[in-house]
């Protein structure tokens, strides 16, 4: 258990829906990341938070964005969603500061649009 | 951050020792060698890092060659369980920002 949590486990949903997924960090952990796992493309980072503010952008789509709240906690909105969105999506959360931190994951939520 | 070049796949006995190795041979000086892995589809784990000096710890060994354009991780005694994808990965990080870089990785297969 990396204690790295994120929900929901699963989700099902059609073309053209919103949907949101929630992340939790380690406990003292500032930054949030996450990535994107499909089949084609590999893991690929799509964004970072450090403290509540955005620090680093991967290829995340203009559909996609997200948020880190005051409590730490990160939330990643998926929208007009496309068959092609379905993928495992990760969060991962680390100290934030220091050269040789280490990013711990999270079990992923497995997205399937139909 | 530093491309690394990874077999796309081994096999490994299970109890001996499995080696995994990494070409990085563009990497600064101040980047530092990550090691994943990934069991199934679950979140990737941490194994170890280094930055010069061979590191070990509880689930392995890393080894970097003295001028940092390669490393092995070494799986002593490896088991079923250890059977997942492999992803080594040069690190860098600038201030607050960072972000790993998965290549398709190693994926190791223990057998009986």
């Known amino acids: 258990d990396s204690g790295v949590t994120q929900t929901p486990k699963h989700l099902i949903t059609a073309t053209g829906q919103r949907v949101t997924l929630r992340c939790s960090p380690r406990s003292g952990d500032l930054s949030v990341y996450w990535y994107q796992q499909s089949l084609d493309q590999g893991l690929q980072f799509l964004i970072q938070y450090y403290n509540g503010e955005e620090r680093a952008k991967g290829n995340i789509l203009e559909r996609f964005s997200a948020q880190q709240f005051p409590d730490l906690h990160s939330e990643l909105n998926l929208s007009s969603l496309e068959l092609g969105d379905s993928a495992l999506y990760f969060c991962a959360s680390s100290v934030g500061t220091s050269a040789q931190e280490t990013q711990y994951f999270g079990p992923g939520t497995r997205l399937l649009v139909l | 951050d530093a491309k690394t070049t990874q077999p796309t796949s081994m096999d490994c006995a299970e109890g001996r020792a499995a080696n995994l190795p990494c070409n990085h041979s563009t990497i600064s000086g101040n980047e530092y060698v990550y090691w994943y892995r990934q069991i199934h589809s679950q979140g990737p784990q941490y194994i170890i890092h280094?930055?010069?000096n061979n590191e070990t710890n509880e689930m392995a060994s890393l080894i970097i060659t003295e001028d940092r354009k390669s490393s092995t991780l070494i799986l002593p005694h490896a088991t079923l369980r250890d059977t997942a994808v492999y992803y080594c990965?040069?690190?860098?990080?600038?201030?607050?920002?960072?972000?790993?870089?998965f290549g398709t990785g190693t994926r190791l297969q223990v057998t009986l």
């Open positions: 990965i040069a690190f860098l990080r600038t201030g607050t920002a960072s972000k790993l870089t």
């Open positions: 280094g930055l010069k």
